[in-house]
């Protein structure tokens, strides 16, 4: 159903455009899937063909997990981000059940707070964290990678904004049950805002997963990079510097974005059937 | 089963004072309403109660206990709210039998995942099961108990409420306008219902409405309050029939009782209904007028419009002298009376009601003053 009935012309003209736009954003994927499964030496010719003329994808990405240890890269990725996940919604949660849901003096201040911490760049602390993590000596571990990410305002506000729609008469019903407030944010908030917690789950993961600023100031060995360093240490190598190989490279980092993606969409779709009910 | 005693609460947010020194007692299994206009603080009180809301000042006892230190869960109180506040993501089954669940289980055996596996804890949610049960199907949503809150009727949501507060039976029941959102004919068979189970459980009943037919058909007694005090607490009829205040006489009633400036009375008058020197307003039932010929009659005025209601016809007259409009009930065998026709009206002094500038009750025993002068 369309919430306006178009004629034959509009739905061609949307057809139009949204193809385009389409095309803009998925053409540099396209390219990258391409070159991945192309030799060196098809990549170099003067016209560009989507399909390879002789396929040479097994040999890239056998290069790729051969020389580079991209599966190593890839858990990291996952572990990092999976911990930086946790973390926050650890911290995240409680935060912003209190925000949204407790009487205590103050409370407008600190939201304004989470309000002005949402403003400021992470680089603008890049400096601070770095002091931090080396008084604590851990520059060069998966705890630099995610340690200053812990607090997020980004997930606080979120959470707070979503945790607020939900009536006070089911807290207090909650309370009548014999819930604490542990209780009340496990067994209540958490469930009815799966779609939020999906949200800003999409969001930290992304942002973790392809950031490349961070871990390229806090690590130094190469077993700890995460996919986006990952690729920049594997393009200083010797088989890094063709193309082929190196898109390979970064076709294996991002798919797993995508399929994380897709799941969770499906996911979204879930938890907004289970919050339409009044 | 408990007795309630609330004792001098007071409530403020911010500046405004919500409730003002409200005392009552409600009797060991009885029904009490609430009953008042929107924003008057009925459901405060009841938040009060519940242990939700800390009064400023103030002690409160149930079941001859202070229960001021009580949390919620310690003070065997359910409550049914105005929008049912049921639990959305979880199955009917799984709302019910929550408060026996965080009740009943230790914390670890509702230990996420691994309570499970507990000793104990299968026999317990057996037990639980079959209590939720039972409870559903003397409220007739047995079939239901798979379902999602959002699945189910108004009507049904709200037995699914009243399973969740019966099914631990406490001594005190409180009820939000629990049928304020139930169509006309569900809320007279709800009222019934809710009846029923009161005299099934015999529990404690606070009630709160606004809406007099419900205070006035299902209580014991009826408490009336307005902006934050209680005004009287008596039984259905007595509040219909004697009422302390002039608020509650016109809140109690339909149509509403007539009130009648004093000024706008000849003395005649006053000296027939004995007013006394405070009194403001005299005040009548419209059941209690009886239309006669001008002549006859010490008040007199024109008929506005006659409402004809099947065996009642209510009459309309505008009274002569600025005194305002009185509606009159008849029945449909008297004569007819059409607009802009004079009329008299004859009251029997023993149906005024007298009531002074506060609009509190002057009561006989003032009435001996001296009369207006
Ligand atoms: N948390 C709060 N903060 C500030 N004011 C409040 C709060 N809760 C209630 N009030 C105010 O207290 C007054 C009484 O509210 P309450 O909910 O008890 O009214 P009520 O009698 O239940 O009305 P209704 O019939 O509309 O439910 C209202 O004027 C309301 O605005
Ligand atoms: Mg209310």
Redesign the interface.
């Known amino acids: 159903m369309t919430p306006l009935s178009l004629g034959t012309k509009g739905k061609v003209l949307r057809c139009v455009i949204l193809s385009v736009t389409a095309l803009f954003a998925l053409l540099p994927f396209m390219w990258m899937l391409s070159l991945s499964i192309k030799t060196t030496p098809e990549i170099y010719q003067a016209h560009f063909h989507i399909l390879p003329e002789s396929f040479a994808g097994f040999d890239n990405y056998r290069v790729v997990f051969a020389s580079a240890p991209m599966l190593r890269f890839l858990l990291n990725g996952v572990l990092v981000c999976a911990a930086i996940f946790m973390v926050q919604l650890l911290v995240c949660i409680p935060c912003a059940y209190a925000l949204a849901k407790l009487r205590f003096r103050g409370r407008d201040t600190l939201f304004s707070a989470v309000l002005i911490a949402l403003l400021i760049p992470p680089q603008v602390l890049s400096i601070p964290h770095f002091v931090l993590l080396y008084y604590a000596q851990l520059i060069d571990s998966y705890g630099a990678l995610i340690l200053p990410w812990i607090f997020s305002a980004f997930g606080v506000f979120l959470l707070r904004q979503f945790f607020s729609t939900i009536?006070d008469?089911?807290i207090?019903?909650?309370?009548?049950?014999?819930?604490s407030e542990a209780?009340i944010i496990?067994?209540?908030m958490i469930?009815?805002s799966a779609p939020a917690i999906a949200s800003f789950g999409i969001f930290s993961l992304v942002s973790h997963w392809n950031d490349l600023f961070w871990p390229l100031i806090v690590l130094r060995r190469a077993e700890l990079a995460t996919p986006a360093l990952g690729i920049l240490l594997f393009r200083d190598d010797e088989t890094g510097r063709q193309f082929g190989p190196l898109m390979a490279a970064t076709a294996t980092i991002v798919a797993p974005l995508i399929l994380a993606f897709l799941l969770a969409q499906r996911r979204f779709i879930d938890g907004l059937t289970?919050?339409?009910?009044? | 089963m408990a007795t309630i005693e609330i004792l001098g609460i007071e409530k403020r947010y911010g500046d405004t004072s919500v409730l003002k020194n409200v005392s009552l007692s409600v009797e060991d299994g009885e029904f009490l309403t609430l009953v008042g206009p929107s924003g008057c603080g009925k459901s405060t009180l009841l938040r009060i109660i519940a242990g939700l809301e800390a009064p400023d000042a103030g002690a409160l006892r149930i079941a001859d206990r202070d229960v001021a230190k009580d949390r919620p869960k310690q003070r065997n109180v359910a409550m049914v709210f105005q929008s049912y506040a049921l639990y959305p993501h979880l199955t009917v089954l799984d709302n019910i039998v929550m408060p026996l669940r965080m009740r009943r289980l230790t914390a670890a055996q509702r230990f996420p995942l691994l309570g499970r596996w507990m000793p104990g804890t299968r026999r317990i949610e057996r037990e639980i099961r079959a209590e939720a049960e039972q409870v559903a199907s003397i409220l007739g949503v047995e079939p239901l108990l798979a379902r999602k809150p959002g699945q189910l009727s108004g009507g049904q949501r709200q037995r699914v409420a009243l399973g969740r507060a019966m099914v631990r039976q406490p001594a005190v029941f409180l009820m939000d306008e629990p049928l304020s959102n139930l169509d006309a004919k569900l809320r007279v068979q709800m009222r019934s219902e809710i009846m029923a189970l009161h005299r099934q459980i015999g529990a404690t009943f606070v009630y709160v409405t606004h809406d007099q037919a419900e205070a006035m058909t299902m209580s014991d007694r009826v408490a009336v309050m307005m902006e934050g005090e209680l005004l009287q607490v008596a039984a259905p009829e007595q509040l219909y029939s004697d009422p302390d205040d002039l608020r509650v006489a016109e809140m109690i009633g339909s149509p509403q009782i007539n009130a009648v400036p004093v000024h706008a009375l000849n003395r005649q008058l006053c000296l027939a209904w004995q007013l006394s020197q405070d009194t403001a307003v005299a005040a009548f039932r419209p059941e209690n007028a009886i239309i006669t010929r001008p002549a006859d009659a010490m008040l007199n005025g024109t008929v506005a419009v006659s409402e004809h209601l099947g065996a009642d016809v209510f009459v309309h007259v505008r009274l002569d002298g600025d005194a305002g409009t009185i509606v009159i009930r008849t029945d449909r065998t008297s004569p007819r009376h059409t607009a802009g026709t004079a009329v008299g009206v004859s009251v029997e002094g023993r149906h005024v009601l007298r009531f002074d500038a506060k609009k509190k009750r002057c009561r006989p025993s003032q009435d001996h003053g001296a009369l207006v002068a």
């Open positions: 009536p008469e089911l207090q019903a909650a309370q009548l049950d014999g819930m209780d496990w067994r209540v469930p009815m289970i919050h339409s009910v009044k």
